[in-house]
C-alpha cells in the first residue's frame, strides 16, 4: 500500500510541478504541501484529493479482497478450543478493559506550562 506522501510527490512530479506551483493551485502554502509529502504524513481523504486534483490526476481507491478473506482462521481456531464459559469470560474482561481506557480518556488531564 502507497503512502499518502508517496501518492502527493509522485503526481507532483509527475506533472512538472513545484511545491510551490502545487500549493499555489491549491490555495494553500508551499510549507503545507511539505507536510503532506513528509513521512508519516497522514491527511484527511478530502485533502488528498485536493492535492492529487490539483497535479490534474484523479484519486483511485481500491479495497482489495485478500487470499482468505479477512478472518484470520488461527485466531478462531485458538478461541474455540476454549469452552462458551471461557469465551464469554475473555469478552467481558474485553469489555471492563474497553471501558476502562474509556473513562481514562474521559478524565481531564492537568495542564503543563
Given at each position: 500500500?502507497?503512502?499518502?506522501?508517496?501518492?502527493?510527490?509522485?503526481?507532483?512530479?509527475?506533472?512538472?510541478?513545484?511545491?510551490?506551483?502545487?500549493?499555489?493551485?491549491?490555495?494553500?502554502?508551499?510549507?503545507?504541501?511539505?507536510r503532506?509529502?513528509?513521512?508519516?504524513?497522514?491527511?484527511?481523504?478530502?485533502?488528498?484529493?485536493?492535492?492529487?486534483?490539483?497535479?490534474?490526476?484523479?484519486?483511485?481507491?481500491?479495497?482489495?479482497?485478500?487470499?482468505?478473506?479477512s478472518?484470520?482462521?488461527?485466531?478462531?481456531?485458538?478461541?474455540?478450543?476454549?469452552?462458551?464459559?471461557?469465551?464469554?469470560?475473555?469478552?467481558?474482561?474485553?469489555y471492563?478493559?474497553?471501558?476502562?481506557?474509556?473513562?481514562?480518556?474521559?478524565?481531564p488531564?492537568?495542564?503543563v506550562?
Open positions: 500500500m502507497r503512502s499518502a506522501a508517496s501518492i502527493v510527490r509522485d503526481a507532483r512530479t509527475a506533472a512538472g510541478l513545484t511545491q510551490a506551483e502545487l500549493a499555489r493551485r491549491m490555495g494553500t502554502t508551499q510549507s503545507a504541501v511539505a503532506l509529502e513528509a513521512r508519516g504524513a497522514n491527511p484527511r481523504l478530502a485533502t488528498l484529493e485536493a492535492a492529487v486534483r490539483a497535479t490534474g490526476r484523479h484519486l483511485e481507491i481500491d479495497a482489495p479482497v485478500f487470499p482468505g478473506g478472518i484470520d482462521a488461527s485466531l478462531t481456531a485458538r478461541q474455540l478450543k476454549h469452552g462458551p464459559a471461557d469465551r464469554l469470560r475473555g469478552l467481558e474482561q474485553m471492563r478493559e474497553a471501558r476502562r481506557l474509556q473513562a481514562a480518556g474521559a478524565r488531564r492537568a495542564r506550562g
